[in-house]
Every structure is written in C-alpha cells, then in structure tokens.
C-alpha cells in the first residue's frame, strides 16, 4: 500500500464539488474551503489565482485538486468558465515551472481532475483546451 499512497504531508489532495460551484461565489467558497485559503483571500480571480500559486499555508510537497460534477462548474455564470480554466492552466505552468532538483521525475506538483460524465468529456475537454489563453485577457 505504501507504493500507492504516498506518505501524509506529501501529497495535499482536495475534494471539490461542481454541483456547489454554479456560481463565482461557489467556487472562491469551495477553493478557500478545501484549500484552507488565509484570511486575506480577496474572493476575486486574480486571489484565486495567486492562492493556487502560492499553498505555502498546506504542509506538502503536492497539491492534487479533485473536482466532481466538473461539468456544473459556473452553470449560472457561463461567460466566467473560460476565466476559470484559464487560471488553473496557467497554476498548473507556473506549478510545472517550480520544480526543485529533487521534484524531478516525480510528477506535477500541482495537478487539477475535472470529473464527469464519460458523455460530457469530449465537451469539457474541448472547453477546456480553448480557454489556454491568460485569464485576464478573457472578456
């Protein structure tokens, strides 16, 4: 067992729920919960971003972000998905350039699950893949 889960303050895993992210409120209040965001947290993008960047707060090494119904993410602010997956593309760059010596070939340090419906995938990935550019370009 040892071989498949890591040792405690390794890996810091956070368990999400699209379901309760419908909303920009939803989401800063499931990413601050799940992440023990600090009481500085602005309930903005660029706080989202810049606390997913950061995690100094979580004793460990990685940071594995697992977010079920993914597909109800922003359901009721539709022209806000792309700012979101915009920010956890560029936290998953700015993590994949953080690496230490001795991170090397142990995989990302900090890696983001949607999880969904195998018949919505292809729609999220593609959503997903067409929201790469910085999320403060977005409209």
């Keep these: 067992m040892d071989d498949v889960v890591p040792p405690s303050g390794v890996v810091a895993v956070a368990r999400l729920d699209g379901a309760a992210m419908t909303d920009v409120d939803g989401v800063f209040e499931q990413f601050s919960d799940a ?9 903005n993008w660029p706080a989202l971003s810049e606390c ?16 079920e119904n993914a597909p109800r993410i922003l ?3 539709v022209d806000r998905r792309g700012v979101f997956f915009s920010i956890l593309a560029e936290v ?26 195998e018949h919505e995938a292809d729609a999220l990935e593609q959503e997903v893949a067409a929201a790469s ?3 403060w370009r977005m409209s």
């Design 35 to 43: 992440l023990r965001f600090p009481s500085y947290f602005g309930w």
């Design 133 to 135: 550019r910085p999320w």
């Design 75 to 77: 359901r009721e602010n």
């Design 92 to 117: 998953g760059r700015h993590w994949a350039n953080s690496y230490e010596p001795e991170d090397y070939g142990k995989g990302p340090l900090f890696h983001a699950i949607l999880l969904c419906d």
């Design 52 to 67: 997913l960047s950061d995690l100094q707060w979580l004793s460990a090494r990685r940071y594995l972000i697992i977010i």
